[in-house]
């Protein structure tokens, strides 16, 4: 070649690699750990690349360790929604932030400002307008204060041991629009994949790990610094630890970093699963662009194997290795999509998601593929009878979603990860999503969806990519028409629920008319079966609302909608019609010792022993339950429950009967009408029987599930019927009266902020009445908590016996004639029972005269901290009886709040009685909150997911 020539070709590769090195984004840092303060100190230099066609005078930095700085970030906010309230009370020494000193462009300080209300995203002004397809460097100096690991599990734990992810300042991804968003604890920054290289210096009795690549490594007198770098990262997890719980398995392509427990696991067992996965996941993705793939026991934990794991550890429902291998499958398939396909993990999450479960459900299907969902107890004696023990692993996917479009709580697919409901974001939408693919899938007549998906991540690793990018590629892999996935399925909250309405037969075909109950565009399959064998399968489409087709007969004798079930429809009870005659379509009765996933080929009734406890005067319960209700709602529920109670000698029980109905797209999502009735004693040898009917109406904020502004509009008539009181126990000459009961109740339930409010109304042939009720709670950045609760109620009419107070409004303990309240001893007047507190009506601790309204009645109700969860209580209040002043009354003391609204303790100390405390006798003041309804305490778990 000659001299020319090829000086002329070094000078153009020389300048092209020049283009393409200041074209890459980089990052650099330096970073000094700190232990013993808790900080980092950070130098560091962001090299930008703007690929867009505008021209930048500012720019957007992710300041994500920021996020801990207040109570008031949207992270404390969103820690808040969830009840988690370690963030709120925790010291202020305990929550991370940065402090920045400077940045810098060319030498020169540059302006830049928290946004408001998202405290971890600068906003920074640029010395120079950025050019298309330049690039900026900028130089920042901060220090980080490392947060406590209680919050998030990054942080600095008790034992002194640091796992980090977004601690050190990022650029935000500007694509045409800035893509900017705070942490919300969701672990879903979403930025530009850049060089990265880190100078970390860390103590001597430290181990380091990541999953960058070692360059150097040397020790000073008191520290050692190591040097790693990076290509193409989107991810900036370190682990520091005084003894490094990762182990290191090479495989043939890649290097499986890990502290996922495998605790009972043979260390070559461990290995060989390893390899195993890691051979799973190349073979179907490719190679992995990175020389090492870190798995977390962090990500487990944030994201685990949901099924059975609510059992106690000591019962192995499937062996160790099995739990273990699918714990670095769903790590490692996490990891590697997340850190290979560059879309919006905020707003496409699903897409990662879909793919990660989709491949889960194959690997199973391919090493495991008798794998039963309850495991070992599937061939359990005990457990052998239910449908659960029929169940393979993968049909708990199916479940799981269905568990919250029964309940009307499912999101579209395409919501953001942000506005997600908890449970959705960590279990049903993933769910969902990857069933998707395999209802997709089966559609196109199996492996298209798996080799688009495959060809898919392989072609757009480590490129800029999105979910229109993915429908594209999918497209152009079959002929059919799928746009109801991404339209219907993905995009809408549309139920998928069919049916066959009609049936007409002749020798050689059959007609039969399907409809589409959910009143969707999406495709369902159609099985015609001889003695449950499979003779034929096709796939209907286009079906509006109804939809008539004529197909052969095959010497068929029954016809199936979604026979296989790969398709997660909201009820499978009518999807099958039999070809023999009427009388053939009836499904058989089963009955069951206690529930049982549902089973759509058989009418199901449960049998569930009864024990327990509900008042002093029935003591302990025995008895049985027979019930419709599965695992999943039912839109139609019964209970017949008769019991015997030892403490009265005597056959109690209740019945109730309900219909439900899920209304979607409005604000107004449930609608449920029905009647419950019961009898029990209501004090010593007194029976009470009682019915309603009701309807009740519930609303939310159709816009936003996660919000917790609830509406309730309830209507009911109680018809009450009881043993005559000759001994006036309850002092009342009639005891059988009915009444009807409208109430509105709005609320909206956070640890930060709450606040519930109700209007009652009654009527009934005596007397009508109006109350309302109002609460609120505040708790403070200073951690003091003040409660306030307020009460108003007046007779409309009033025809009572003015010498019974039996339907009056109480000052300090309700007559409960509804029979609403969980009272253990309701017509107790003396001994510990008669001191059980219920937050209702005038809501006074200490037991004054006079202790009931005939006429009207207002109080207010206060607490506020003292320390922790002892506060101090205050009553005030005036109670109006007929020809009578109104009479002003008080009480003051302490109230021990263990845990509010179910456990607490009050001691009065001054009220209208004068020094309480001083006063004889004083235990039989002290009033206590005890909830033993198991459905109550539910909701303790309940408002952290829902």
């Known amino acids: 070649m000659p001299l020319l020539l090829r000086q002329g070709l070094f000078n153009c590769i020389f300048i092209l690699s020049c283009l393409l090195s200041f074209s890459q984004n980089k990052i650099k840092v330096k970073a000094d750990f700190d232990v013993e303060n808790r900080t980092i100190k950070i130098s560091q230099t962001i090299q930008y690349y703007n690929d867009s066609d505008k021209v930048l005078e500012s720019i957007y930095l992710n300041d994500w360790n920021n996020s801990y700085s207040s109570k008031n970030t949207p992270l404390a906010k969103r820690l808040a929604e969830e009840y988690k309230d370690e963030f709120q009370l925790v010291k202020d020494e305990d929550r991370g932030f940065s402090s920045i000193e400077y940045i810098s462009q060319n030498g ?23 050019q298309p397809h330049e690039s900026y460097i900028l130089d920042l100096e901060y220090t980080v204060r490392i947060p406590h690991a209680q919050f998030t599990r990054y942080g600095i734990s008790d034992t002194g041991d640091i796992s980090l992810r977004y601690w050190y300042i990022t650029p935000a991804v500007y694509d045409g629009t800035w893509h900017y968003y705070s942490n919300k604890n969701l672990d879903d920054l979403f930025i530009p994949k850049a060089n990265i290289t880190l100078e970390i210096s860390f103590p001597k009795k430290y181990h380091l790990t990541s999953d960058l690549d070692l360059v150097d490594l040397h020790e000073a007198p008191k520290n050692q610094i190591i040097r790693l770098q990076g290509e193409n990262r989107n991810s900036n997890k370190i682990f520091l630890q005084k003894f490094s719980h990762f182990d290191t398995v090479e495989t043939d392509t890649l290097s499986l970093v890990s502290d996922i427990s495998g605790k009972d696991v043979e260390l070559l067992d461990q290995v060989v699963i390893k390899e195993k996965v890691a051979k799973f996941i190349t073979d179907n993705f490719g190679a992995y662009p990175h020389k090492k793939l870190l798995l977390s026991q962090i990500d487990y934990d944030k994201d685990p194997i949901y099924g059975l794991n609510f059992l106690p550890k000591f019962i192995k429902t499937h062996p160790v290795s099995f739990e273990y291998e699918l714990k670095i499958l769903k790590v490692a398939l996490y990891n590697y999509l997340e850190n290979t396909l560059l879309l919006n993990p905020r707003t496409e999450q699903w897409l990662i998601d879909g793919i990660q479960i989709y491949y889960m459900m194959q690997y199973v299907d391919q090493f495991y593929p008798n794998m039963k969902f309850l495991g070992s107890l599937a061939d359990f004696w005990a457990a052998r009878p239910f449908h659960a023990s029929d169940m393979i692993y993968n049909d708990k996917y199916i479940l799981a979603f269905m568990i919250m479009a029964r309940t009307n709580r499912d999101q579209a697919l395409t919501t953001a990860k942000d506005s997600l409901l908890k449970f959705n974001a960590n279990i049903a939408n993933k769910y969902k999503a990857g069933i998707g693919f395999k209802y997709l899938d089966d559609f196109t007549d199996k492996e298209m969806v798996e080799e688009s998906i495959e060809n898919y991540v392989k072609t757009s690793k480590l490129k800029n990519t999105s979910v229109s990018a993915f429908e594209e590629h999918l497209k152009s892999h079959t002929d059919k028409n799928i746009d109801w996935f991404f339209t219907d399925y993905l995009a809408t909250r549309k139920v998928m629920d069919y049916k066959i ?25 159609l099985y015609t079966l001889k003695n449950d064998s499979v003779v034929a399968k096709q796939w209907v489409e286009n079906i509006k609302e109804y939809k008539t087709l004529t197909i052969p007969r095959n010497d068929g004798d029954k016809l199936v909608l979604n026979y296989d079930n790969t398709i997660p429809e909201f009820n499978l009870r009518d999807n099958w019609k039999s070809i023999k005659g009427p009388l053939s379509n009836n499904k058989p009765l089963q009955i069951r010792l206690f ?11 449960f049998i569930m022993p009864i024990l327990e406890f509900n008042n002093i005067y029935d003591g302990i319960n025995l008895g049985l339950k027979a019930y419709n209700k599965t695992v999943l709602r039912r839109m139609f529920y019964y209970k017949v429950a008769p019991q015997y109670s030892f403490g009265s000698n005597s056959v109690t029980g209740s019945l109730t009967v309900s219909k439900t109905h899920n209304i979607q797209d409005r604000n107004l999502y449930y609608l449920n009408y029905g009647f419950t009735g019961s009898y029990m004693s209501y004090a010593e040898d007194l029976f009470v029987r009682r019915v309603s009917p009701s309807v009740s109406l519930l609303y939310r904020d159709n816009k936003d599930f996660r919000s917790n502004k609830r509406g309730g509009l309830y209507f009911r008539f109680v018809d009450i019927h009881r043993d005559e ?4 126990i309850i002092t009342t000459d009639e005891p059988n009266y009915s009444l009807f009961n409208t109430r509105f109740v709005y609320s909206n339930d956070n640890l930060i902020n709450f606040y519930k409010w109700y209007v009652d109304l009654q009527f009934s042939n005596e007397f009508s009445k109006l109350s309302l009720n109002y609460e609120y709670r505040h708790l403070f950045e200073n951690n003091r908590q003040i409660n306030l609760r307020a009460f108003a109620g007046t007779f409309l009419k009033n025809n009572n016996d003015p010498n019974s107070d039996y339907f009056s409004f109480a000052l300090n303990r309700p007559t409960d004639y509804l029979f609403d309240y969980n009272y253990l001893g309701r017509s107790e007047t003396t001994g510990i029972f008669s001191q059980q507190y219920i937050p209702a009506e005038g809501g006074f601790k200490s037991k004054l005269e006079p202790a009931f309204a005939n006429q009207w009645i207002t109080t207010l109700n206060a607490s506020t901290t003292l320390w922790r969860y002892i506060l101090l209580y205050g009553d005030v209040g005036f109670v109006k009886n007929k020809f009578e002043d109104p009479k002003f009354v008080y009480g003051t003391g302490i109230r021990v709040n263990l845990v509010t609204d179910y456990f607490e303790l009050y001691f009065p100390i001054y009220s209208n009685l004068g020094w309480e405390i001083s006063q004889p006798h004083y235990s039989q003041h002290i009033r206590f909150i005890f909830t033993v309804d198991p459905q109550s305490l539910l909701g303790l778990f309940r408002r952290r997911w829902f």
């Open 108 to 130: 020169k300080h540059l302006d830049y400002h928290e946004l408001k209300n998202q405290q971890d995203i600068l906003k920074v002004y640029l010395e120079e307008p950025l």
């Open 501 to 525: 309405k009609k049936v007409s037969k002749t020798e050689d075909s059959i007609t039969l008319t399907i409809k589409n109950k959910g009143k969707n565009n999406m495709p369902v399959s």
């Open 595 to 605: 529930k049982d996933i549902e089973d759509p080929n058989y009418s199901q009734v």
């Open 725 to 728: 009181d000759e001994q006036h």
